[in-house]
């Protein structure tokens, strides 16, 4: 799109900005997030929907929302729920259906979880744990940077939230937004929702 005032001359090509290849969308609890990222894709014949999150048998409240954003989905997107996001990104090519991840908060939780973070006894397997996270946020972060994918991702911004109570919550806190920033500074486009209202945070899109 030109801005307003504008002028065209017949005869002259019109030069369009590129596409944003790696897109973050960031915003609060309940913001559209999610919503938003699904309307980047929509116009797309088809879209690798990767869900970091799958229903659970102990908590239908859970169940409930995983089922609202499978219904939401058009027919001919794919889903596939996994945690393994570094390897789907490496393993895409040019002409392979854009991704859209929802989302990389879930995702570094059971990441978190795997790595033995929150069970750590002492301070030999914390820092384990420390050094298996470390590892594995490294690698999405490597993986973002360099894939061929059309991806856009889905985050909750918790930079603008109350302090947690809890250490663990601190933690975690911590641990997603240097995730966000750091996905932000090697993705082409980064969008905050806010009450359903997405704003690009970049004043043009970037390739690196």
Not at 83 to 99: F, N
Not at 136 to 145: C, F, G, Q, Y
Request: net charge negative.
């Amino acid at each position: 799109l030109l801005p307003d005032g504008a002028v065209l001359r017949l005869g002259e090509s019109v030069p369009v900005p590129p596409r944003p290849q790696r897109t973050l969308i960031l915003g609060g609890a309940r913001s559209g997030k999610s919503a938003a990222a699904e309307r980047i894709l929509a116009a797309e014949p088809e879209v690798s929907y990767v869900a970091t999150s799958a229903a659970s048998n102990d908590d239908p409240e859970w169940s409930a929302r995983v089922a609202t954003h499978r219904a939401r989905r058009p027919t001919n997107w794919t889903t596939a729920e996994t945690v393994e996001l570094a390897q789907l990104l490496r393993g895409r090519v040019v002409t392979d259906p854009p991704l859209l991840v929802d989302c990389l908060t879930v995702w570094l939780a059971r990441v978190m979880d795997d790595a033995g973070v929150w069970s750590a006894s002492d301070s030999v397997t914390a820092k384990a744990a420390d050094v298996a996270l470390a590892a594995s946020v490294d690698d999405l972060v490597d993986a973002w940077r360099t894939t061929s994918a059309r991806v856009v991702a889905v985050s909750n911004e918790v930079g603008a939230g109350i302090v947690p109570e809890h250490p663990s919550g601190r933690r975690f806190r911590d641990e997603l937004g240097t995730l966000n920033a750091r996905i932000a500074a090697v993705s082409d486009d980064v969008v905050l929702v806010t009450a359903g209202i997405a704003r690009s945070l970049l004043p043009t899109t970037r390739s690196l």
